[in-house]
């Protein structure tokens, strides 16, 4: 799997309207098949890259409507993994991800064509995200950039962007 410089908490999906005689294809999401992480941004120029080792999930795929999908997926935040791990453990600090009292990120929502939409629900806060959506052959790569401050992540403001770039990349079983 390929994943861009800049890019920041991969995770996404939106509320498609699955048919409900709709022949759909579900798909175990785990780490051995996917990549979720995130991209922060130290005054707002130098990125910090984090992925997250432990999630679960489930894609269902509408096979008769090719691009309709539904995606749900749960992340457990304590499961963070970046290259220096001080910094890590502020970002799982209280006044950051605050992973003792807010142990896991959910992801619930479907896709139509490129776009997914859903709902996240990250350090206690649901609020509804949309991402880009790319297909190439069975890798699907979902993009898309969340503030922190709406989510009630105010630690760091002075160091760390208030932007974060989200990824949810995907290799399909054919």
């Given at each position: ?92 600090a209280p006044d950051m991800l605050d992973a003792s009292q807010f142990p896991t990120m959910r992801f ?24 880009a959506m790319q297909r190439n052959g069975t890798e699907v790569n979902c993009v898309g950039t969340l ?28």
């Amino acid at each position: 799997m390929r994943f861009r410089a800049g890019a920041a908490i991969w995770l996404t999906a939106a509320l498609a309207v699955v048919p409900a005689n709709a022949a759909l294809r579900r798909v175990a999401l785990d780490p051995g098949m996917a990549q979720i992480g995130y991209t922060a941004f130290a005054f707002g120029l130098i990125p910090i890259p984090a992925t997250f080792d432990r999630f679960s999930g489930t894609i269902e795929q509408d096979t008769a409507h090719p691009g309709v999908c539904r995606l749900q997926v749960s992340v457990d935040i304590d499961s963070l993994r970046m290259a220096d791990e001080r910094r890590r453990e502020e970002v799982l600090a209280p006044d950051m991800l605050d992973a003792s009292q807010f142990p896991t990120m959910r992801f619930s929502g479907g896709c139509q064509a490129a776009t997914l939409t859903g709902t996240l629900t990250l350090h206690g806060v649901s609020r509804p995200l949309s991402f880009a959506m790319q297909r190439n052959g069975t890798e699907v790569n979902c993009v898309g950039t969340l503030v922190r401050r709406d989510f009630g992540i105010l630690g760091m403001s002075g160091l760390v962007g208030q932007k974060v770039r989200i990824r949810l990349s995907v290799h399909l079983p054919p």
